[in-house]
């Protein structure tokens, strides 16, 4: 079945540390986009790219990384300047542009001690 | 300038009773506009949307919105309400379409007590 994956689903890391959450779609799509969630204020968007060796600033990119290197692929590294980076990372997909559907992945839960 | 007010961060409402959350948006173009369902731990899913064709919009699992302008709202409904309705609904609006553009209210608990 096509679909987004992410991983790890749950993460835990030490404060000061780089980590990097994985995503993956086989649905073909040309854009991919990393959405940040905390409790009572939906979702804001982190990074976007539309097309490999290419991608954007979102409204909060302070304190993140990515890179789309493969069109099926594209990290989200959470660096150590990240203040406050304990939230749910979604990731998603997208046909080309337009009015098309959203499709998101399962999520990854990032909490630091 | 584009936003959304969804009123109501909790709604609780009995199985079998109607469904209603609503959602306000504001934007200087004519919008696009979007419902997304949130089960616990999961990614969001494309309920229903509105790309400026019929105001009156149907989505998957029995919801449906209508696109009032004069009320810049886009109310979500569901005349029977079951409990594999509980979760978290989020309205969005986008200028274009662009999910660049996308903007999500801050959603609202969907609570269906038996």
């Known amino acids: 079945d096509g679909g987004i994956t992410q991983s790890p689903k749950y993460l835990f890391r030490k404060e000061g540390q780089n980590v990097t959450l994985s995503c993956e779609q086989n649905?073909?799509?040309?854009?991919m986009y990393w959405y940040r969630q905390d409790p009572g204020q939906g979702l804001r968007l982190i990074y976007y790219s539309q097309i490999v060796n290419d991608f954007q600033k979102g409204d909060i990119a302070e304190g993140y990384s990515v890179s789309r290197e493969k069109k099926e692929s594209f990290p989200l590294t959470v660096t150590s300047a990240q203040k406050n980076p304990t939230a749910f990372y979604l990731c998603?997909?997208?046909?080309?542009?337009?009015?098309?559907?959203?499709?998101f992945g399962e999520g990854s839960r990032l909490t630091v001690l | 300038a584009q936003s959304v007010t969804q009123l109501g961060s909790h709604v609780s409402v009995s199985e079998g009773a109607l469904v209603l959350l609503r959602c306000n948006y504001s934007?200087?173009?004519?919008?696009?506009l979007f419902w997304y369902v949130q089960y616990p731990n999961q990614g969001l899913q494309l309920l229903l949307k509105?790309?400026?064709?019929?105001?009156l919009v149907k989505g998957i699992n029995g919801f449906e919105a209508e696109f009032k302008k004069s009320e810049t709202s886009f109310h979500l409904t569901k005349p029977s309400a079951h409990m594999s309705d509980a979760a978290e609904y989020f309205c969005?609006?986008?200028?274009?379409?662009?999910?660049?553009?996308?903007?999500f209210g801050s959603g609202t608990q969907l609570t269906v007590l038996p």
């Open positions: 934007s200087s173009v004519p919008p696009y």
């Open positions: 998603a997909s997208r046909e080309g542009s337009g009015t098309g559907e959203l499709f």
């Open positions: 649905l073909n799509h040309d854009a």
């Open positions: 509105y790309t400026s064709a019929a105001t």
């Open positions: 969005a609006v986008s200028r274009s379409g662009s999910a660049r553009q996308l903007t």
